[in-house]
């Protein structure tokens, strides 16, 4: 499965961005799928995970409130809405994904994907 993640970009402070993820290869059904974010000079971390049915997401508490996962699954693509975006949120932003269901206490460790995309860039100026 390849992952191609697009929608980064340069934004203010307050406003939104959609990054979008696609998945495509000869396996395209996928379970979980999930984004995570790399700031300047730190770790990996989680921003937020969907389930392969869509009804349930799980979400960072940096982020919750402010940014909704979705999914298509028809089109094999995972979304992530991010508004009132805060400079904190610049970072090179991952989708990932794994062929199946990864349990609760794993959903926000990178290790539980085996799917990854190459990352697009999101920075916010103040």
Do not use: H
């Not at 940014?67 to 975006?85: C, E, G, H, P, W």
Request: overall charge positive; some cysteine.
């Amino acid at each position: 499965v390849q992952l191609q993640a697009s929608g980064g970009g340069l934004v203010q402070a307050g406003g939104s961005v959609r990054l979008s993820c696609a998945a495509s290869g000869r396996r395209t059904s996928v379970g979980d799928m999930a984004w995570f974010r790399q700031p300047p000079g730190k770790e990996r971390e989680f921003v937020a995970c969907i389930r392969q049915s869509g009804g349930t997401s799980y979400y960072s508490n940096s982020v919750k409130g402010r940014f909704t996962i979705s999914r298509d699954n028809a089109k094999n693509t995972v979304y992530l809405q991010m508004n009132s975006l805060k400079p904190e949120d610049t970072a090179v932003y991952y989708c990932a994904a794994d062929p199946f269901r990864i349990a609760l206490s794993a959903v926000q460790f990178s290790t539980s994907y085996d799917y990854w995309g190459q990352g697009t860039q999101v920075t916010v100026s103040s």
